[in-house]
């Protein structure tokens, strides 16, 4: 999904409005985290984040989406060697998959879009460490959206934590600018080289993905035209959220609000957003 407005910069009102469809995305992919089981379609957690977003009167960013042809649902549902843009559908969930989820949600005329990784039932210590050390390129991520730094500080913490676990973060499908339109600038891609790059100001709002490769970087697109996929058939994770820079550090807009949501954000947070513990690299594939 590409496209772009240029760098827009957020007034406080509208980060204010960009952190309630944060917030109501952030619900709607709880949702579908918690349709996530063996026997499930991909279909029903797609239909899980839709309840959600009608609850809250939001809008669905993605449906719609042009491409080949108009994106035909509200999330992006990717299994195993499936990286993004996977269509849900009547595909069902195995014990043992990786599923990624990624939703967007528009309140107001803002969007707020994010995504996660999780397993199925029990997973391999490859596919457990996979999700860890994505999550942990987010975090990283997210604490280099400074005010002075550049968007090349931020693609190199991710690629430098991501390649430091023997992963491989993908080239062709980057992070962007997120704001009245799904896609802005600036592009922040998932590899690049510190000091360089657009400088970051407050106002700047950014959707960080990590997209990465338990394999190779290559990429494919499959017959649906839409689904891509890791060409040598190896595991992926993906993970985002829009996060906002301010004087005060980096603020992400996709997360729930503990003390709002009673024990909803502790699990969501904690999996998703919780900034995870450093993963230990023992046994990492040479």
């Given at each position: 999904?590409?496209?772009?407005?240029?760098?827009?910069?957020?007034?406080?009102?509208?980060?204010a409005?960009?952190?309630?469809?944060?917030?109501?995305n952030?619900l709607?992919?709880?949702?579908?985290?918690?349709?996530?089981?063996?026997?499930?379609?991909?279909?029903?957690?797609?239909?899980?984040?839709?309840?959600?977003?009608?609850?809250?009167?939001?809008?669905?960013a993605?449906?719609?989406?042009p491409?080949?042809?108009?994106?035909?649902?509200?999330?992006?549902?990717?299994?195993?060697q499936?990286?993004?843009?996977?269509?849900?559908?009547?595909?069902?969930?195995?014990?043992?998959?990786?599923?990624s989820i990624?939703?967007?949600?528009i309140?107001?005329?803002?969007?707020?879009?994010?995504?996660?990784?999780v397993?199925?039932?029990?997973?391999?210590?490859?596919?457990?460490?996979l999700?860890?050390?994505?999550?942990?390129?987010?975090r990283?991520?997210?604490?280099?959206?400074?005010?002075?730094?550049?968007?090349?500080?931020?693609?190199?913490?991710?690629?430098?934590?991501v390649?430091?676990?023997?992963?491989?973060v993908?080239?062709?499908?980057?992070?962007?600018?997120?704001?009245?339109?799904?896609?802005?600038?600036?592009?922040?891609?998932?590899?690049?080289?510190?000091?360089?790059?657009?400088?970051?100001?407050?106002?700047?709002?950014?959707?960080?993905?990590?997209?990465?490769?338990?394999?190779?970087?290559?990429?494919?697109?499959?017959?649906d035209?839409?689904?891509?996929?890791?060409?040598?058939?190896?595991?992926?994770?993906?993970?985002e959220h829009?996060?906002?820079v301010?004087?005060?550090?980096?603020?992400?807009?996709?997360?729930?609000?503990?003390?709002?949501?009673?024990?909803?954000?502790?699990r969501?947070?904690?999996?998703?957003?919780?900034?995870p513990?450093?993963?230990?690299?023992q046994?990492a594939?040479?």
């Amino acid at each position: 999904m590409k496209g772009s407005r240029g760098v827009v910069l957020k007034s406080n009102r509208e980060l204010a409005i960009m952190r309630r469809a944060g917030r109501i995305n952030a619900l709607a992919l709880l949702a579908a985290v918690e349709a996530v089981r063996p026997g499930a379609t991909t279909a029903d957690l797609n239909e899980a984040a839709v309840a959600v977003l009608r609850e809250y009167d939001a809008e669905p960013a993605f449906l719609g989406y042009p491409g080949a042809y108009p994106y035909p649902a509200a999330t992006t549902v990717c299994i195993n060697q499936e990286l993004v843009h996977g269509i849900p559908g009547n595909r069902r969930l195995q014990e043992g998959d990786l599923v990624s989820i990624d939703c967007g949600a528009i309140v107001e005329g803002f969007v707020g879009d994010s995504a996660i990784t999780v397993g199925v039932g029990e997973i391999s210590a490859e596919a457990e460490r996979l999700i860890q050390v994505t999550a942990e390129a987010l975090r990283v991520g997210i604490e280099a959206m400074r005010l002075g730094h550049r968007t090349g500080d931020v693609s190199a913490a991710i690629q430098q934590r991501v390649e430091a676990s023997k992963f491989n973060v993908v080239r062709e499908y980057t992070g962007h600018g997120v704001g009245r339109a799904m896609h802005e600038d600036p592009q922040v891609p998932n590899y690049g080289r510190a000091g360089t790059g657009m400088t970051l100001r407050v106002g700047m709002t950014i959707a960080l993905e990590p997209m990465v490769l338990a394999g190779r970087p290559e990429t494919q697109v499959q017959e649906d035209q839409w689904t891509v996929s890791s060409v040598d058939g190896s595991l992926t994770a993906h993970f985002e959220h829009s996060v906002a820079v301010t004087p005060n550090g980096p603020l992400a807009l996709t997360t729930l609000d503990p003390v709002l949501d009673a024990g909803l954000g502790d699990r969501y947070n904690g999996y998703f957003a919780g900034f995870p513990k450093p993963v230990k690299d023992q046994g990492a594939r040479g």
